[in-house]
């Protein structure tokens, strides 16, 4: 009666987690959400108030396929000005990033297409290739992103329809892919002539020093397309996202978005132009970064004082999440049923590994919970990891 | 480089057409765009006030991918009390009707797989079937709709993994399934077991009589997956609409729309479901229903009075096209371009007809020009038949 695409369908863990989540008396850090009493609420909604007076109906109609011009216009002088030649033709708006990962995949994707991802990856890209029947192929990664030498070794034996990379505080394990990486990756992507998938959710979650320069300004629109959003920046509620590409690949992009959904919701479009219109968002942005470095350095604190010395971590220098290495041989989701038992959720970490590996793994958000919450968690976390390993 | 689903891409002639249209000069019967002047701004502009105010950021955070459940309410004991059974788990809220038709795609749909649909069909779920590969197959259709001997002919060869139907004032020829052929045809898809999308973004639009009951009413969940929109009642720019299944198809469908885009737009799911809460709907559709059988009726006048005896089209008793038949031999296509000349435009029909027949029918759009507008361009309409035909 399904498809064959369906046999293997299931639910992500971390959807289950969440339902658990719900409960007001759990402490999260299990979900990717940002943090809302940090939305621009009154601004969104004073956003809204005018637009209906500046454009009537219009914010309610149809609209192109493309997404909005001037709101393209935006993105492409306004954030990507250090690409230099792309343009709103360049730009298509989408329903979230996770939109720009359904096309893509239509575009690029037939069963049994070898797709070469970090390991681990990102969960919402995984599910999108394994809906089209791609093939995933995780490359070796570490604290500096995909290495490099183990992606030369594995082009000697396949040749993938993609590479999907998120080099900037990725999600889940907040890394990000060093300069020399990047200028390396972008020789091998260029001589083999790959296309590259760059997700940059995070990326303007930045606490400290200069962004590192995007694959797609570096390598260009030849073989590199580039994803980013304003979920994590603005509101993920809106639903807009984008993709930034070559001509060719907007226009099929296009094509493929007629036949998926029509167009990305007019408002949520407008009112992220309103948005970036009164000139808020920037002041928005380094407040949230202030924010979110905050909780970073409180969540890094109390896992100092309360993680038995066993346990390791990263320090990422930006976005939502931190990694936790529990000592070998330990099982994440065995300490996650004990933590659940005591009201403090997190995903174990082997959700994210297409190779399965990543046992003792463990995914911290850090954006959403007050530092109150932080502190009173991590302690919870850190006894009962003292009674499971010691 | 591209998956092999993109060899056969291309962008619709309607879409093209409507580059023309976007001319401020041009008179377009073309689109299937609501009356904007119609449009509930006010009311919807207070309603997102009272939403900020009312829920804060929850307004713009993630939201569950089923969608919000007061709207997932409101639609099963609202809008589908004659169906009896349903509750909020059997419905889905959709990225408008066309992310139904894709994630049913997904569901269903293996490349290869037959699909029976009207003949004429909708574009959108042409475009959507064929994204996935499927083959469609189309079943004889007349002024009452689907023809069920046809239907019966077509089982004896062939089993579909779906039929796709648009029971009221299809789009694009108008037609109805008539109560009778509605019986009929649940007896054959409950003898042969098959699985039926039945499509209805356009049965709130009913000018005058009783509405028909749903297939989906009469025949139950088991066969029958019902789709309907706020596009064409509230505005289409909010994007949302929503699936009515079984709770089994439902929750395979929210694993799917997971991979897809993660959750419908939070604003747009709560915009409607505020202004449903207001009460004001129900005179706004009444509004609609006067104002649109208005425009139709001008049309038909005008055509009487304009086009040439030859020239035959239907009545249909709501939603938002009229069907128009030319002479035997005659090529709306070619119509068209001597029509744009004169700056009106309309859709051939031969678009819509997955065999390739209907060269020499049009589909004209009555809702969203002006009576005045409506006049002009079938007057122009008529001397273009006339110096074309006689």
Not at 111 to 130: D, R
Not at 242 to 269: F, M, P, R
Request: charged share 25%; proline share 5%; hydrophobic share 40%.
């Amino acid at each position: 009666m399904y498809a064959e695409r369906v046999a293997g369908l299931k639910s992500s863990a971390i959807r289950e987690i969440l339902k658990i989540t719900a409960r007001p008396e759990v402490i999260s850090f299990a979900g990717g959400l940002p943090a809302p009493e940090l939305f621009p609420v009154k601004d969104i909604s004073d956003a809204a108030q005018k637009l209906f007076l500046k454009y009537g109906s219009t914010v309610l109609q149809y609209s192109i396929t493309e997404g909005i011009l001037p709101l393209r216009e935006k993105i492409a002088s306004g954030f990507h000005s250090d690409t230099g030649t792309i343009g709103a033709d360049n730009v298509l708006i989408t329903q979230g990033s996770q939109q720009g990962l359904d096309l893509l995949s239509k575009l690029f994707i037939d069963k049994g297409s070898v797709i070469f991802t970090e390991n681990p990856s990102y969960l919402g890209a995984l599910q999108s290739f394994q809906l089209f029947r791609g093939d995933i192929v995780p490359i070796a990664s570490d604290e500096n992103g995909i290495r490099p030498n183990d992606l030369l070794e594995r082009l000697r034996r396949k040749r993938p329809a993609l590479l999907y990379l998120m080099p900037n505080f990725q999600n889940p394990s907040g890394s990000s892919l060093s300069l020399e990486r990047r200028r390396k990756l972008i020789e091998i992507v260029s001589s083999h002539d790959l296309i590259v998938i760059e997700d940059d959710p995070y990326g303007e979650l930045l606490f400290k020093g200069e962004r590192l320069p995007s694959l797609f300004a570096l390598g260009g629109s030849r073989n590199f397309i580039y994803m980013s959003s304003f979920s994590k920046t603005v509101a993920p509620g809106l639903r807009v996202a984008y993709v930034l590409a070559d001509e060719e690949i907007i226009s099929k992009l296009v094509i493929i978005k007629q036949g998926t959904d029509l167009q990305t919701n007019t408002i949520g479009q407008y009112l992220v132009d309103e948005y970036l219109e009164s000139g808020k968002y920037f002041t928005h942005i380094e407040n949230l970064r202030k924010m979110y470095a905050l909780r970073r350095d409180c969540m890094l604190s109390a896992m100092k004082r309360h993680f038995p010395e066993a346990v390791t971590w990263n320090c990422p220098s930006g976005g939502m999440f931190l990694w936790v290495k529990l000592p070998e041989g330990e099982d994440a989701r065995r300490l996650l049923d004990r933590c659940l038992r005591r009201n403090v959720a997190f995903v174990p970490g082997q959700e994210f590994f297409p190779d399965g590996s990543g046992e003792n793994t463990i995914r911290l958000n850090f954006s959403n919970a007050s530092i109150e919450k932080i502190e009173e968690g991590i302690g919870r976390m850190g006894e009962v990891m003292r009674e499971t390993f010691l």
